[in-house]
């Protein structure tokens, strides 16, 4: 069974830079897409970021400029490098793992950007 863990969220003060994780278990990682979410009040979750199974990555407008997403296959990782962060991106972050109609989720971490 595919499994997502995220790590790396904390707090941060504005204008401060956070790197989170998202390790692939339970599969050939290299198939899968993975995406970055995010979920502040409400239970709607946005996106983010995604990167293609072959490393093409792509952004939500907003983010774009401020948010690099990337993987290495070898560590069954993906990374999202979060700079210039301010109030407006604290929320929980979700990676999901994207194959064809099978979409898996971590369980989110936690990142706060405040003073």
């Known amino acids: 069974q595919v499994q997502l863990v995220e790590s790396g969220g904390g707090l941060v003060q504005p204008g401060g830079s956070l790197r989170l994780s998202c390790v692939f278990s339970?599969?050939?990682?290299?198939?899968?897409?993975v995406a970055w979410f995010r979920q502040a009040q409400g239970p709607q979750r946005y996106f983010v970021a995604r990167?293609?199974?072959?490393?093409?990555?792509n952004y939500a407008d907003s983010l774009k400029g401020r948010f690099t997403i990337s993987r290495d296959n070898a560590k069954n990782t993906t990374y999202l490098q979060m700079n210039r962060l301010t109030p407006e991106d604290t929320a929980v972050y979700y990676c999901?793992?994207?194959?064809?109609?099978?979409?898996?989720w971590g369980q989110g971490t936690q990142v706060t950007v405040s003073s």
């Open positions: 999901r793992a994207e194959r064809s109609i099978y979409y898996y």
């Open positions: 339970g599969g050939y990682f290299a198939n899968y897409d």
């Open positions: 990167i293609t199974s072959d490393g093409v990555p």
